[in-house]
């Protein structure tokens, strides 16, 4: 399983206070990842209307100080069309937060399922949503260097 930080339901539950999200009704670690710590998070509103969220906590590897430029770059995706996940902010207009010593992201939640064998029809579908996205990251104006790029 991807869960390298493990959150205990008390801290994770003072987590979510940050937000305008309701309370925890139930965290679950996610398989799928390599290198961060993700949870489906589910909450629940006084209204009793539920959502769901993905909690990802950056692991060593990550540089936090790249993480703005990939949360700005999704909000570029997003505002022209395409089908990613937002970065929730919170009360304060936060997207980046600390938990259990990590940076932490509280995401969209977005239905689907893991594909491990994709049909052509699905590959096709695939192929042209990278179109789609690399139409739409026209006019992007951020850079920052491929940390795992050839040192030259």
Known sequence: M???????AEEM????????????????????????SNYLVETQREDGTSERFILTLYEKRVDEADL??????LDHLHA??????RFISD???????????????LIEFLSGISVTEPTPAQSEAAGRALG??????????QV???ALDKAG
Request: hydrophobic share 35%; aromatic share 10%.
């Open 2 to 8: 991807a869960v390298y930080t493990h959150v205990p």
């Open 13 to 36: 539950a003072e987590f979510l206070k940050r937000y305008d999200t309701g309370h925890l009704v139930s965290a679950k670690g996610i398989a799928e990842g390599v290198e961060n």
């Open 68 to 73: 703005p430029f990939f949360m700005d770059f």
């Open 80 to 85: 022209r069309g395409c089908k990613v996940p």
């Open 91 to 105: 009360l304060e207009g936060r997207k980046l937060q600390q938990l259990s010593g990590r940076p932490a992201c």
């Open 132 to 141: 789609e996205l690399h139409m739409a990251a026209q006019g992007f104006t």
């Open 144 to 146: 920052r260097r491929n």
